[in-house]
Nanobody, 115 residues
Framework: QVQLAESGGDLVQPGGSLKLSCAATGFTVGSHIMNWYRQAPGKEREFVAAIGGGARNWTHVTESLRARFTIARNLFKDTVELQMTNLKVEDTAVYYC???????WGKGTQVTVSG
């Protein structure tokens, strides 16, 4: 049974940084396109970033977040990471990992940005 698990969410002050990680059981993260989404309270889930699978070494971060967020793989751990810097209150959301070609979602990790 495939399970995706996000980690790294926390309470952080504005201007702070966090690194989220997505790991999987029963599934090789490195072989697949992986996405990050987020859902803020009362809002629709929105796309954050994507990274290619296998030898497809591309990344894409939604334009509004591109200056502050980076997506990357940790090949040793077989995880996909979302590095977030200069966090803002409006980044508060549950962040989800998603494997779009397989349709797998993680349960999310809470990021709260508050001073």
């Amino acid at each position: 049974q495939v399970q995706l698990a996000e980690s790294g969410g926390d309470l952080v002050q504005p201007g702070g940084s966090l690194k989220l990680s997505c790991a999987a059981t029963g599934f090789t993260v490195g072989s697949h396109i992986m996405n990050w989404y987020r859902q803020a309270p009362g809002k629709e889930r929105e796309f954050v970033a994507a990274i290619g699978g296998g030898a497809r070494n591309w990344t894409h971060v939604t334009e509004s977040l591109r200056a502050r967020f980076t997506i990357a793989r940790n090949l040793f751990k077989d995880t996909v990471e979302l590095q977030m810097t200069n966090l803002k209150v409006e980044d508060t959301a549950v962040y989800y990992c998603y494997a779009p070609t397989e349709g797998y979602w993680g349960k999310g990790t809470q990021v709260t940005v508050s001073g």
